[in-house]
């Protein structure tokens, strides 16, 4: 990331992500289905939904997408073509969600690769009074900043 060979953009290639999230996974072996996906589009027509994208030159080469609900981010899936490129992206939409407001990004999933990253396991009933307290904190999504990583 410091190197600056990157570009990353929100909300340019969603439908590209979550098409890449689905066949990032083993034939037969997701839960990104085609129904799936459609809902997931239909969240993203109503601003609902929202992608980060990360491109070397014009190959998108990881991204993240997932919903927001008030001031929280849940994260849905990530992909990556190269390596770190998802972590690329998870890093810039931890950048920006903190410098736009957001709380509280939701991994859903605990896994090694997560927990490698920062994220933290946490009760169902913390989980459920922070969506609470915050599902009316809307946060305008417009995902235009340059971080700066030195």
Request: hydrophobic share 40%; aromatic share 12%; with cysteine.
């Amino acid at each position: 990331m410091r190197q600056n060979k990157f570009n990353v953009t929100s909300d340019k290639a969603f439908e590209r992500v979550i098409h890449a999230c689905a066949s990032n996974r083993v034939e037969n072996d997701t839960w990104i289905t085609s129904d799936m996906i459609d809902a997931y589009l239909r969240l993203h027509k109503e601003g609902l939904a929202h992608s980060i994208e990360v491109w070397e030159g014009i190959e998108l080469v990881g991204g993240i997408y997932g919903v927001v609900s008030g001031a929280i981010f849940s994260g849905e899936s990530m992909f990556s073509k190269i390596k770190d490129g998802s972590k690329i992206a998870l890093a810039y939409l931890c950048y920006w969600m903190r410098l736009s407001g957001f709380i509280f990004l939701d991994c859903q999933i605990e896994n090694p690769h997560l927990k490698s990253l920062g994220a933290v396991t946490i009760k169902r009933d913390e989980f459920v009074r922070i969506l609470k307290a915050n599902k009316t904190n809307n946060i305008n999504w417009s995902f235009k900043m340059k971080a700066n990583w030195d």
